[in-house]
C-alpha cells in the first residue's frame, strides 16, 4: 500500500513538473548565453612582444570574467536573443549605456582584439588596404605616426581603432575611453589595440610609447585587416579602384 | 642674492689661492685656466640670478610617501611603489610642469591649479586630468601607512558608525565602490554630513583614497582587484591621517560656517541703509567716492 502510494506521489509530481514545463514553455525566456572564444592562435605565440604569462591573465582572467559576468548580468536582463554586435549597440542605449553595456563591449573588444594580432605580424599590409591607407592618411609611415599619437594621447583606459567610415567612406584612426567601440557610431573596425594598463603592465610596466611600436612592428595582424576591410567593401562603396592604366 | 654670494666667495677663494702660489708660469697658466672657468661659471651663475630675478617659478614637486618604497612590503611591493610613484607619479607631475610653464596656472598651489583647471566641470585645456592625478597620488601615498589598518578612533569612528551604521558598513560599501569602478578614476569615500561640505571639485573634503587604477595593483595582485581592496582596508590603511583630515573637515567646515554667518549679518545690515544699492547702480563715481 505505501509503495503504491509513493508511486503514485513520485508520478504526480512528475506531472506536476511536465505541467510546470508545458505552461512555461509558452512563456519560456531564451536566456543568452555567450561564450569565451580563444586567440586563434597559441598562449605563448607572441612571444616576445605579449608574453605567455600576459595572454594567461589577460584572456584567462580578465576576458572570462568579462564573459562570466556579463552571462550572469544577462540572466536577470530582457536583453537576450541577440547577437553580441547586435547587444553592443542595444546597451550603448544611444550615449546612456544600460549595466550590460560594459561586460558586452569588453567581450566584443577582446575577441576583436586577439584577432587583431598574430605571430610574426607587423610590417606593411598588402595592395588594397595599403592603397586606401595611403588615399586616406598619406603614407603608411604617416598613418603609424597617427596610430601611435593617439594611443599615447588617451589617458586612463580605452581602446585604440582603425576605422572605416560608413559616412565619409574613408579610414580613420580613433581613441575611445573605457569600453566604447566604433559599432556604437556606426563605424565599422579593422584593428584594435587595448590600451587597458592590464595589457602591457607585466611585459612593458609603464612604457606604453614601446608596447604601442611594439604591436605596430611585431603583432598586428594585417591579414585579418585586409579581410575585414573586404567584408566592409561590402557595405560602403569606396569608389572604383585605381587600376593602373598600360 | 644668495646665488651671486657665491660667486663673490669663489672669485674671493680663487684670489687668496694666487697669493700662495708661486710664481712659475706653468702656475699662471693654470691660474688663468681656472679665472676662465670661473669666470664662465659665474656668468652661468649670474645668467641665472639674473632669470631668478626675472621670473619666479614655482614647480610642482613630486612629493615622496611618507615611507620608504619597501615599507608597504608585502602587502604593496617596492617594485609597485618604484613604478607607481617614481614613473607614474612622477611623469604625471613633470609633464603638467610642462604643460603648465608659462600659462597663468604656473606659480599657484596644486590646489588651486585642480579647482581652476576643472573650471566647473568645464574643463580647460591643457589636460585636467594631470593636476587631478597628482593630487590624488599625493592623498594615495598619505592614505596608507606601514602596519596600517586595524580600527579608527575617536571622532572619526563615531561619525563613520552614524554614516554607515557601523566600521563593517562603511568598509562594504567602500569595497563594493572600488570593485564596481569600472573608468579609471579614483574614488572617494563622502563623509555623509554636513559638516564635511568643503572644495575641491565638488565642494567635497576627500578623507581617503585608494588608486584603483591597474597601474597600482597589477604586479602584485593582476587581476585581483578585490584581493587588492581587502588588504588596502585590512593592512594598508592609515586611520591616523583619515583622522587628521577629519579634524582639518571639521575646522575648515566651521570657519567656513562663520565666515557666512559674518556675511550674512553684513549684508542683512548694509541692506537697511538705501547706500548698498547706490553703490551698484553707479560704479565709478561711487567707488572713487568710497
Known amino acids: 500500500m505505501v509503495h503504491a502510494v509513493l508511486c503514485f506521489h513520485y508520478s504526480f509530481q512528475n506531472l506536476k513538473q511536465k ?4 505552461g512555461s514553455r509558452r512563456t519560456s525566456r ?34 572570462r570574467a568579462y564573459v562570466d559576468n556579463l552571462n550572469k548580468q544577462l540572466a536577470n536582463s530582457p536583453l537576450y536573443g541577440l547577437t553580441l554586435d547586435e547587444l553592443v549597440k542595444v546597451a550603448y542605449n544611444n550615449g546612456n549605456p544600460l549595466p550590460e553595456f560594459n561586460n ?36 603608411f609611415p604617416n598613418f603609424r605616426e597617427k596610430f601611435i599619437t593617439t594611443a599615447m594621447s ?15 567612406k574613408k579610414l580613420a584612426v580613433v581613441g575611445a575611453s573605457n569600453a566604447v567601440n566604433p559599432l556604437v ?47 566592409a567593401e561590402a557595405f560602403v562603396n569606396l569608389g572604383e579602384p585605381k587600376i593602373p592604366v598600360a | 642674492m644668495h646665488l651671486s654670494a657665491v660667486a663673490t666667495d669663489a672669485e674671493g677663494y680663487i684670489f687668496l689661492k694666487l697669493t700662495y702660489e708661486c710664481k712659475l708660469s706653468k702656475i699662471r697658466i693654470k691660474f688663468r685656466k681656472a679665472c676662465e672657468k670661473q669666470k664662465k661659471k659665474k656668468k652661468r651663475i649670474r645668467k641665472m640670478v639674473g632669470r631668478c630675478r626675472t621670473r619666479i617659478t614655482a614647480q610642482l614637486e613630486l612629493k615622496a610617501p611618507p615611507y620608504s618604497l619597501d615599507a608597504l612590503e608585502p602587502y604593496m611591493s617596492r617594485e609597485t611603489l618604484e613604478y607607481h610613484w617614481g614613473k607614474h607619479h612622477r611623469g604625471y607631475v613633470d609633464n603638467l610642469n610642462k604643460q603648465i610653464s608659462g600659462t597663468d596656472l604656473d606659480g599657484l598651489a596644486l590646489e588651486e591649479i585642480v579647482v581652476r583647471s576643472y573650471n566647473r566641470g568645464n574643463p580647460l585645456p591643457p589636460s585636467t586630468m594631470l593636476p587631478r592625478s597628482i593630487w590624488n597620488h599625493d592623498f594615495f601615498w598619505s592614505s596608507m601607512k606601514p602596519g596600517g589598518g586595524g580600527q579608527p578612533r575617536g571622532v572619526l569612528l563615531e561619525l563613520i558608525e552614524r554614516d554607515f551604521g557601523s566600521l563593517e558598513g562603511l568598509l562594504n560599501e567602500f569595497k563594493q565602490a572600488a570593485l564596481t569602478q569600472f573608468e579609471k578614476d579614483n574614488k572617494l569615500v563622502v563623509q555623509k554630513s554636513p559638516n564635511a561640505v568643503n572644495p575641491l571639485v565638488w565642494d567635497y573634503h576627500p578623507l581617503l583614497v585608494v588608486d584603483v587604477w591597474e597601474h597600482a595593483y597589477y604586479v602584485d595582485y593582476q587581476n585581483r582587484r578585490p584581493e587588492f581592496v581587502s588588504t588596502f582596508i585590512e593592512k594598508l590603511i592609515s586611520w591616523d591621517a583619515v583622522s587628521a583630515r ?26 537697511d541703509d538705501g547706500d548698498a544699492i547706490e553703490m551698484y547702480l553707479d560704479t565709478e563715481n561711487e567707488s572713487e567716492a568710497e
Open chain 1, 19 to 22: 505541467d510546470q514545463l508545458r
Open chain 1, 30 to 63: 531564451i536566456v543568452a548565453f555567450y561564450g569565451l572564444t580563444a586567440p586563434p592562435y597559441e598562449l605563448d605565440a607572441l612571444e616576445p612582444y605579449m608574453s605567455q604569462k600576459t595572454l594567461e591573465i589577460h584572456w584567462g582572467k580578465h576576458h
Open chain 1, 104 to 139: 558586452a563591449a569588453q567581450v566584443w573588444n577582446h575577441n576583436f582584439f586577439w584577432e587583431s594580432m598574430q605571430p610574426d605580424g607587423g610590417y606593411m599590409p598588402a595592395a588594397g588596404l595599403l592603397q586606401q591607407i595611403e588615399k586616406d592618411f598619406g603614407s
Open chain 1, 154 to 168: 588617451l589617458f586612463g583606459s580605452g581602446w585604440v581603432w582603425l576605422v572605416l567610415k560608413k559616412e565619409e
Open chain 1, 185 to 231: 557610431w556606426g563605424d565599422i573596425p579593422i584593428i584594435t589595440l587595448d590600451m587597458w594598463e592590464h595589457s602591457y603592465y607585466l611585459d612593458y610596466r609603464n612604457d606604453r610609447g614601446k608596447y604601442v611600436n611594439a604591436f605596430m612592428d611585431s603583432l598586428v595582424s594585417w591579414q585579418s585587416a585586409t579581410a575585414r576591410m573586404a567584408r
Open chain 2, 246 to 271: 577629519l579634524e582639518e573637515a571639521i575646522a575648515q567646515a566651521a570657519a567656513r560656517a562663520e565666515e557666512d554667518e559674518r556675511r550674512r549679518e553684513e549684508e542683512d545690515g548694509v541692506m
